[in-house]
């Protein structure tokens, strides 16, 4: 679970306001037209809206928030449509995968853009979680399917899976292994979702120990680039198939699982990407490879899917 101050603010000092008002609430944002834009064609989708939910799945106080109410969402989904027709639009959150209020939350917001004609195409479940205390396979699957069933895809966007005790134990990794599988075994369960970023390969460069001092070690390699069992345990899976079907898969830093529909007999490839490098832009501090915009809340990414 994710316990970072719900009450940060990752706004830009150098974002213009008011960007827009309610008098003109159709006029872009110069930044968000020009980053995507400038992008358009180049990213398979774009993190239109993110972490905009408190853990009670209340609306998160922002100068959007503030200036336009709700309308700030389905504004903005339809200014990224206008700006990069091609690419799936996203609303990205954490602790969606542990707080039913929160996911609540989340499905207003799908069913918020909808219903004001604009474009959703997905939902990115960030997926920072703790060891021991991940949901079980069967419960991640079925919080997926509640918006995949809202006509929407799912991914797992920032994947990665914290130690609270450090150093972790070998018993520790291997709860941790177990982990890892129930949140890629529950993609692999559910039709709808499209792929899994994982936040960061290596323990050396993770985000997370500078966050939660006391926690860590939430990687699949570790400080010194070792492949830990929770990697193994991934692989293997991918390798074994989701829910006693067939799959193939890879070792390598881009692996795909494949999943049998036992209906229709139909496969279907889950992508597994290991993100890493840098931050651009705004947003939060954690590495990962990440295009972030300049509109804070209305934080513009590329989901490495």
Known sequence: MDTRDPHRSDQSPYVPLPLVTPKQPTNPSPDIT????HYAGQCYAWDVVNEALNENGTFRTSVFFTTLNTGYIPISFTFAAAADPAAKLYYNDFNLETSTAKADGAVKIVNLIKAAGARIDGV???AHLNVGQTPSRVALAATLSRFTALGVEVAYTE??????KLPASDADNVKQAADYVSVVGSCLDVKGCVGITVWQFTDRYSWVPGTFPGKGEACLWDQNYKKKPAYDAVVKLLKGGASGTAATGTGTETGTGSKTNSTTGAVTSVPVRFSGGFTAGLGESGIGRRLVGVLGPLVVAVLVL
Not at 34 to 37: A, G, K, L, Q
Not at 159 to 164: E, F, G, N, Q, Y
Request: hydrophobic letters at 45%.
């Open 124 to 126: 990115g479940f960030q």
């Open 34 to 37: 020009n980053v995507v834009t």
């Open 159 to 164: 994947l990665d899976i914290a130690h609270t």
